[in-house]
């Protein structure tokens, strides 16, 4: 009897059950695409982020750099005289750390052995200062700001620098070409800022690669050198094979080239030397807890965390985030709580009308408790329906949007960055500086539906339905049989 007279009273009062239903949609609608655009905007901030630490990595550990003095030595290049007949040329490079002082390999294994650190790698950050080309009229001595700045001609009055790079004069006609390196740990290859792109040519580093004299090159650096797979890249006299070209998956690559650790460290006489720690915790939940335990525990030491980089992302991505978990959540909210009020008002207002039909049934021998769940039942099934279709109108809206994918942009300033460090950006994360942290990154924005959010939709209608139902079984638990009757006179 109860779904007889509820199929019904559905079907008589469609205009009515539609009315409701239409209310509810709104709301349950605007929740989906405001959740699925903040998911949306969260995955594309974890672009950004991972772009600058690389996947995987919950944490950076680093030392800051200490603060160049300026009558400290400066590093020299030195050349030999050649007469000014000499046509040949002479190249000298200079491999710097960058961004951070060094710290300690032992100290990977101390961050290792802290609790709640699941796994743990450690990298070294280089600049490279390559001066090439031909020197007449004596000695030339090429004095090199750490980052690859002032450059001056010994000996050699009037010489002058092209804005490419090129110095000419005073018999002196040189390049000057800065180009960072990243030596990674090959037989850890899931941590570390190499996994913030993806090898579209070639092959990654195989584990027994430790100390190869390999380069895996990033591919808009390739691109520029004209490198391809086989070729070979000289630094400092020692020539790695290119065996694979990288794509970052966003922004900027964390390097121009990668080699094997250990090659890293011999090349800037830094051995058993990183720069940066890259920590992954074991409890995602407890990243704070154990960021402490390693402030505590290896002192002087950095630790940089997602969130905190998080906080430095500025731009439209920023600005849509905020206004999306804001703006859009307490709008959410605002619309759906005027959508139950709504919906529980016009229920309650159709019980009103419907005074003469219960007032019979009641006469009849129905009990209140039958009549208020016969009520509640139809708002049920209106809330099930406003359900079915805010969920159609909530996946259409974030389907506009994934369709759409509008640009936004992300300018992540730079975050335990090295006082008087060389390389642009501040390092980011503590990895190798590099040039996203200093410009803006376009990120195009999408609106994933998760299950959860469904689930949700489903939760928000049948709520909206026992709301509404409330409002009219109170309503109709007050009717008597005279009513019916009143109503009649």
């Known amino acids: 009897m109860f779904f007889t007279y509820l199929r019904r ?42 772009s600058l630490y690389g996947l995987g990595t919950d944490m ?76 007449r009229q004596g000695q030339f001595q090429q004095d090199q700001q750490s980052g690859g700045g ?144 390693i402030q505590k525990n290896i002192s002087g030491t950095t630790v940089t965390t997602s969130a905190d980089l998080a906080d430095t992302v500025s731009g439209s991505l920023s600005t849509a985030s905020d206004l999306a978990s804001n703006v859009g959540k307490w709008l959410s909210i605002a619309v759906l709580v005027a959508a139950f009020l709504v919906a529980g008002l016009l229920t309650s207002s159709a019980v009103s009308r419907r005074v003469r039909e219960f007032g019979t049934l009641k006469a ?25 279709l805010g969920i159609a109108l909530g996946l259409g809206g974030a389907y506009v949007v994934t369709a759409i994918s509008p640009t936004l942009q992300a300018e992540v300033g730079s975050t335990g960055a090295a006082v008087g460090g060389g390389g642009p950006g501040g390092g980011g994360m503590g990895g190798p500086a590099r040039q996203t942290a200093s410009k803006a990154l376009d990120v195009a924005l999408t609106a994933p539906v998760a299950l959860s959010t469904i689930a949700l939709a489903v939760g928000l209608a049948v709520t909206g339905g026992l709301i509404a139902g409330a409002f009219g079984g109170w309503r109709a638990s007050r009717l008597r049989p005279a009513d019916a009757l009143r109503r009649v006179e």
Not at 73 to 85: I, K, L, N, Y
Not at 180 to 200: E, F, H, Q, R
Not at 367 to 375: A, D, I, P, Y
């Open 9 to 50: 009273e559905l079907r008589r009062r469609r205009k009515a059950a539609l009315v409701v239903a239409s209310g509810l949609a709104l709301g349950i609608a605007l929740v989906i695409v405001v959740s699925s655009v903040s998911s949306g905007m969260e995955k594309a901030q974890g672009k950004v982020l991972q």
């Open 150 to 293: 002032n450059q001056q001609g010994g000996g050699q009055p009037g010489a002058q620098q092209s804005p490419e790079g090129r110095v000419e004069g005073g018999g002196a006609d040189f390049d000057v070409n800065n180009y960072s390196v990243y030596g990674t740990d090959v037989t850890k290859p899931a941590l570390g800022p190499l996994t913030s792109s993806k090898i579209t040519s070639g092959r990654t580093f195989k584990s027994s690669e430790t100390n190869a004299k390999v380069v895996v090159a990033d591919k808009s650096y390739a691109k520029e050198k004209k490198l391809v797979l086989g070729d070979t890249v000289t630094i400092k006299s020692v020539k790695y094979k290119v065996i694979g070209i990288a794509t970052p998956d966003s922004g900027d690559a964390a390097a121009n080239l990668y080699i094997p650790l250990k090659q890293a460290q011999t090349l800037s006489d830094s051995k058993n030397k990183v720069t940066t720690i890259y920590v992954k915790a074991s409890d995602s939940q407890q990243i704070s807890t154990v960021k402490s335990t």
């Open 364 to 388: 009849l021998g129905w009990k209140s408790g039958r009549v208020t769940r016969q009520v509640v039942g139809e708002a049920v099934v209106n809330g099930l329906v406003g359900g079915a």
């Open 60 to 135: 950076t550990v680093t030392k800051a750099a200490q603060a160049q003095s300026s009558t400290g030595e400066r590093p020299r290049f030195q050349f030999d005289a050649r007469g000014s007949d000499s046509d040949e040329e002479q190249s000298s490079d200079r491999v710097m750390v960058q961004g951070f002082q060094t710290l300690a390999t032992s100290t990977v294994s101390k961050v290792g052995d802290q609790k709640g650190v699941s796994d743990v790698v450690g990298g070294l950050s280089l600049q490279v200062v390559k001066v090439s080309g031909q020197f």
